[in-house]
């Protein structure tokens, strides 16, 4: 069955960088997009990003644009995803995604989650 | 960027009766391409429809999506005591963006 496993939870300052994992299993990693989307607390849920399959590339929010980067390890079959610069309302829920099938949009797929919390 | 306004924020209820959520739209989702999830505490979000009106595999069929352009309904025909939760609304026709939420409690 198809799994998303993040890592776990981190306490950052404000200003530095952070950077989760999430292994893939369970189907092919290479043939489906995946996402980040996170949660503050007691929050909505805000898209991150996009990355394609075998390296065509990412695509981020506006907003987001300078402070975050993804990537994939093919050969693992891990997703990261860093964001740099971080700021009290970084501190949220982040979930890998991916769709329910490649090219859909829609999630069918979610991490566990991992909580980052950003605090001087 | 394509705003989705959702409509009641909260909605009150009790086990039995229909509910209907509503997702407006800033500009018209082409093809379709709006989902519903249901998100409960401390979990994780779970897909209920895509494509407006798919059910996702596994959701019982009390769930029903509608609509088109910019307004669309998600549809639960007889509540059940684990179907209260908070829904979401998400389009992906133009990049991807959520709306805030329906809460949908016990009256």
């Known amino acids: 069955q198809v799994q998303l496993v993040q890592s776990g939870a981190e306490v950052k300052k404000p200003g530095a960088s952070v950077k989760i994992s999430c292994k893939a299993s369970?189907?092919?990693?290479?043939?489906?997009?995946m996402h980040w989307v996170r949660q503050a607390p007691g929050q909505g849920l805000e898209w991150m990003g996009i990355?394609?399959?075998?390296?065509?590339?990412?695509d981020y929010p506006h907003r987001l644009e300078g402070r975050v980067t993804m990537t994939r390890d093919t050969s693992a079959s891990t997703l990261y995803m860093e964001l740099s610069g971080l700021r009290a309302e970084d501190t949220a829920v982040y979930y890998c995604?991916?769709?329910?099938?490649?090219?859909?949009?829609?999630?069918?797929?979610w991490g566990q989650g991992t909580l980052v919390t950003v605090s001087s | 960027e394509i705003v989705l306004t959702q409509s009641p924020g909260t909605l009150s209820l009790s086990p039995g009766e229909g509910a209907t959520l509503s997702c407006r739209a800033s500009?018209?989702?082409?093809?379709?391409?709006l989902a519903w999830y249901q998100q409960k505490p401390g979990q994780a979000p779970r897909l209920l429809i895509y494509?407006?009106?798919s059910r996702a595999t596994g959701i019982p069929d009390r769930f029903s999506g509608s609509g088109s352009g910019t307004d669309f309904t998600l549809t639960i025909s007889r509540l059940e005591p684990e179907d209260f939760a908070v829904y979401y609304c998400?389009?992906?026709?133009?990049?991807?963006?959520f709306g805030q939420g329906t809460d949908l409690d016990i009256k």
């Open positions: 995604v991916r769709e329910s099938y490649s090219g859909s949009g829609s999630y069918l797929f």
């Open positions: 369970g189907y092919s990693f290479s043939n489906y997009y």
């Open positions: 990355i394609y399959p075998n390296g065509d590339g990412t």
């Open positions: 500009q018209s989702v082409r093809s379709n391409k």
């Open positions: 494509d407006t009106s």
């Open positions: 998400q389009q992906y026709d133009n990049s991807y963006t």
